[in-house]
């Protein structure tokens, strides 16, 4: 496996096309997990995808969040498959399995738990990356408006 990478997806209404930003990234040769970080309101969806590069067979996805494997938050796994090279006998195979989020809405009781992408190929070690949420109240800005007020 080449790459496994969180990435938020941004729906903008101004724009025809969503906006995807990757949170966090790791490579078989960088181990160690990778964590980012997403702060989001109450109540607002967490639009994230789970990619995951290379392998073959292609790789196996899960997702948790905390300790609770949320996969059927997610959507099936789509395996996406490229060829590469001019020859025949030197033509790679490449895979890239996207696990796209369906109806993850973030409450306060998700506030600093880690959504981790877990991504494995038969006999190779497995990658992992992680997002640590943030979530806000929603009246965040209220309350610091009125704390103001008061001084």
């Known amino acids: 496996m080449q790459q496994l990478k969180l990435v938020h997806v941004v729906d903008d209404d101004d724009v025809t096309d969503s906006v995807e930003r990757v949170l966090a990234t790791s490579t078989p040769d960088r181990r160690a997990s990778s964590l980012g970080e997403l702060v989001v309101r109450d109540g607002a969806p967490v639009a994230v995808q789970c990619v995951a590069v290379g392998g073959c067979p292609p790789p196996s996805v899960v997702v948790r969040l905390g300790r ?3 996969d059927e938050l997610f959507s ?3 395996v996406e498959r ?3 090279g001019q020859r025949r006998g030197m033509r790679a195979v490449r895979y890239r399995v996207v696990r796209r989020q369906r109806r ?3 409450t306060t009781a998700h506030d600093g738990l880690t959504l981790r992408c877990l991504a494995t190929v038969p006999g190779f070690g497995p990658l992992s990356v992680g997002l640590r949420l943030t979530v806000l109240c929603k ?3 209220a309350a610091a408006h009125a704390r103001r007020l008061s001084l």
């Open 68 to 70: 609770r494997d949320v």
């Open 76 to 78: 099936a796994a789509g």
């Open 82 to 84: 490229s060829l590469s």
């Open 104 to 106: 993850l809405a973030a």
């Open 139 to 141: 009246h965040v800005r």
